[in-house]
């Protein structure tokens, strides 16, 4: 990977906060792909791949997959030939190990970090969208009964494709797992690239269109060789 400038642009937030659904809106506007390892690991469990049968049980607790397995999925799919031009990163690195990982593998390819983006909101809000979100079985554009229903109930705008309620999000104790987890391990990473001057803090509870039009100001046109 070499040659023409490019972006890595990673999206920080707890579960819920709206990082998938930005995520989507922004590939779109700059033209270059959303990366979510939790897909990742979806897609793979929908296919029934070994990586997707080990990730699992990982998922299904709310515990984080082991760091190896998830850098490798990363490094393979930031190679892909529609990530030449960067990526937009949501759900990853999630701890600090993950974080010295992705620095490292960017580094190989002579770039870095281009700017990472805190999206914030209140616990109490995060477990209302948990409980309301809807995913396409498809193609994994995120819905939510009341913020953001589909015009046709259970079936996705986008592709027709089936909703389902992910597993993860029936289980109470699952949610308050996942959030213990990224209080934990994830707000240091997000301090590692605070104190880097690469962060910028967006507040979370506004419609999807206002964070959408916040993160979209606060992106810099930083590039990476
Ligand atoms: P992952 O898929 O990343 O799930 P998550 O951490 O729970 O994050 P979410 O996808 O739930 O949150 P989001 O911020 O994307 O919210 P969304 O946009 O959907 O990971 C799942 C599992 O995979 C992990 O638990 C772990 O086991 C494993 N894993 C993943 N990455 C890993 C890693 N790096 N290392 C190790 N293991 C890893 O929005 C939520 C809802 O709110 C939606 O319904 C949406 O419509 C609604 N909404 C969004 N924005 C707004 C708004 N502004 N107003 C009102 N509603 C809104």
């Not at 030939?81 to 190989?108: F, H, S, T, V």
């Not at 259970?154 to 592709?159: F, Y």
């Amino acid at each position: 990977m070499k040659g023409e400038a490019r972006r890595y642009i990673i999206l920080f937030g707890a579960q819920g906060s709206g990082k998938g659904t930005q995520a989507r809106l922004l590939q779109d506007r700059f033209g270059i792909p959303q990366v979510a390892t939790g897909d990742l690991f979806r897609d793979n469990l929908k296919e029934q791949t070994d990586l997707g049968r080990m990730a699992k049980a990982y998922m299904e607790r709310g515990e984080l997959v082991p760091d190896e397995v998830t850098n490798a999925m990363v490094q393979e799919r930031l190679s892909r030939p529609d990530a030449q031009a960067g990526a937009i990163l949501d759900g990853y690195p999630r701890n600090l190990n993950q974080a010295r990982a992705l620095d490292e593998m960017l580094a190989g390819w002579g770039a870095q970090v281009t700017q990472a983006i805190y999206i914030e909101v209140s616990e109490a809000e995060l477990l209302r969208r948990l409980t309301g979100r809807r995913v396409c079985r498809e193609c994994q554009a995120t819905y939510h009964v009341v913020f953001n229903p589909p015009q046709q109930e259970a079936v996705c705008d986008r592709c027709g494709g089936p909703l389902y309620q992910r597993d993860d999000d029936k289980d109470e104790a699952a949610i308050r797992r996942r959030l213990e987890i990224y209080m934990q391990e994830t707000l240091p990473v997000i301090d590692y690239y605070r104190q880097r001057g690469l962060l910028s803090t967006i507040d979370g509870e506004a419609s999807i269109e206002e964070v959408n039009r916040a993160i979209v100001a606060a992106i810099v046109d930083r590039r990476t060789p």
